[in-house]
């Protein structure tokens, strides 16, 4: 089955919070996880790695925290799952050649499911990546869109 982690779904949670603060404004982790039930050592996990990766900028003292470091608009529903959780794979043999990953699956050259397996991978991808965090926080948006 494929399933977000509770890390990658407290992250969404708390880039949603952080995409309605006035701007400027920092909310720190453990605010942000009490708010909304979530373990906060967990949460506080998910804003580290993603502010490793740019998606949200951290502040240190006593109104430090959190806030995005990029308009929602700018943050895919790809970008935030590849940095909690890695590229998305339906299958062994879904790889990423330029991510240096290789092919480990034994009966790949005569699979009869490898063709649609990648179809299926690529517009996943496709969509995960046109999903932004614009589209969460309103939905409207997403409609806009269409």
């Known amino acids: 089955m494929l399933a977000l982690t509770k890390k990658t779904g407290y992250a969404l949670v708390a880039m949603t919070h952080l995409a309605g603060l006035p701007e400027g ?10 708010r909304f039930g979530a373990p906060t050592a967990l949460m506080m996990n998910a804003l ?9 900028q951290s502040a240190r003292g006593a109104h ?19 940095v909690l959780e890695g590229p ?11 991510e240096g990953q290789e092919c480990t699956c ?29 589209e969460i926080v309103d939905p409207m948006v997403a409609l806009a869109k269409t």
Do not use: N
């Open 88 to 98: 998305v794979r339906l299958a062994e043999c879904v790889t990423d050649a330029a």
């Open 64 to 82: 430090g925290g959190y806030r995005l470091a990029r308009r929602p608009e700018e943050i895919s529903l790809a970008d935030v799952v590849g």
């Open 106 to 134: 034994r009966i790949m050259a005569s699979c009869p499911i490898a063709d649609p397996v990648h179809r299926v991978q690529r517009k996943l991808r496709d969509f995960l990546s046109k999903v932004t965090l614009a």
């Open 48 to 56: 580290k790695e993603l502010a490793a990766a740019g998606y949200v």
């Open 25 to 34: 404004r920092f909310e720190s982790a453990r605010l942000i996880a009490r």
